[in-house]
């Protein structure tokens, strides 16, 4: 089939790669977000979707929304007979929903209706669920509500960051996106609607969200600072300003420590919660390079009963 591939951050390239190599489709050209500021001296960079496409000769479309009019025009003129979606970033209107034959097909990082919404990998972790998964739809008008074309299911291991889940996912996914446009070009596959129950969402999650607040049980945070790894990144007041957090693992402490109650020690950096304490990995106060806990606590001479939070 022609197709036309929507996607805009890494996580999209294992899904556009299967594309490219497939001997069944052309992608006759990408939908990615248009170019953004990044980096120090904030310079306009692509999208790892469009250097891609760039790579391969492909054409680049980068509206700044769906509803542009050159836009709509250039995609009826592509005539694509799919459009598979992997993290475009952007709403896609009814004039665009309509082009394509077999509509645009977005591959999910869960298992729907389970969290709709922008951060669903996020989502499981926080709220430790111990499987998840990726589903294939096609796109309707509300959110990511359409019928479902195929799933495919990955546990959450322990010690999964959303980052590392995400990475299996995208993996995984673009193989169960490629089959699904397979099996619609062959008319193998029939889209079935999702249940009305068990629709949970999933919104953005923001930098104040991942704020790490130790008075809650150890547990919830190990969950919430895996969930918000690497992106936007756990973080927690100290003296006035914002400490970064890596992921903590449980520790065993023959010390009571208060929530937020910071225990240096040889080889370790201990913080009371509601709960258990934890042991910090790696952190990064402001301006300075990221560094495992016990030599920023050396440097930063913890004084006896000091708190995060």
């Known amino acids: 089939m022609r197709l036309v591939f929507a996607g805009t951050p890494e996580v999209a390239l294992p899904s556009l790669r299967a594309f490219i190599a497939s001997p069944r489709h052309e992608v006759a050209a990408v939908v990615t977000r248009p170019d953004a500021p990044a980096g120090r001296g904030k310079k306009l960079h692509r999208s790892p979707v469009a250097e891609l496409a760039d790579e391969h000769g492909i054409e680049v479309l980068t509206p700044e929304t769906a509803a542009e009019p050159e836009f709509l025009d250039r995609l009826r003129a592509i005539a694509p ?118 629709v949970s969402y999933a919104p953005k999650i923001t930098v104040e969200d991942a704020g790490i607040d130790f008075t809650q049980p150890g547990q919830a945070v190990d969950r919430r600072v895996r969930a918000v790894t690497p992106d936007p990144g756990a973080w927690v007041p100290f003296r006035g300003e914002r400490l970064k957090l890596g992921p903590v693992t449980r520790a065993e402490s023959d010390t009571a420590l208060a929530p937020g109650e910071i225990l240096v020690e040889r080889k370790r950096v201990l913080v009371g919660t509601a709960s258990w304490p934890v042991a910090l990995g790696e952190v990064q106060a402001q301006g300075k390079k990221r560094m495992p806990a016990p030599d920023w606590a050396r440097g930063s001479r913890i004084e006896p009963g000091e708190c995060l939070g």
């Open 81 to 198: 007979d799919c459009c598979p979606v992997v993290a475009y970033g952007a709403l896609l209107r009814r004039a665009a929903l309509a082009v394509p034959v077999h509509g645009w097909v977005n591959l999910h990082f869960s298992l729907l209706p389970a969290w709709r919404g922008a951060a669903p990998v996020q989502a499981a972790v926080w709220h430790g669920d111990e499987i998840t998964g990726a589903s294939t739809f096609r796109i309707v008008k509300a959110l990511d509500a359409g019928p479902v074309y195929g799933v495919l299911t990955e546990p959450v291991r322990p010690d999964d960051t959303a980052g590392a889940l995400l990475d299996r996912l995208a993996e995984a996914g673009a193989g169960l996106l490629a089959s699904t446009v397979d099996g619609i070009e062959d008319g193998a596959l029939t889209a079935v609607p999702q249940p009305e129950d068990g």
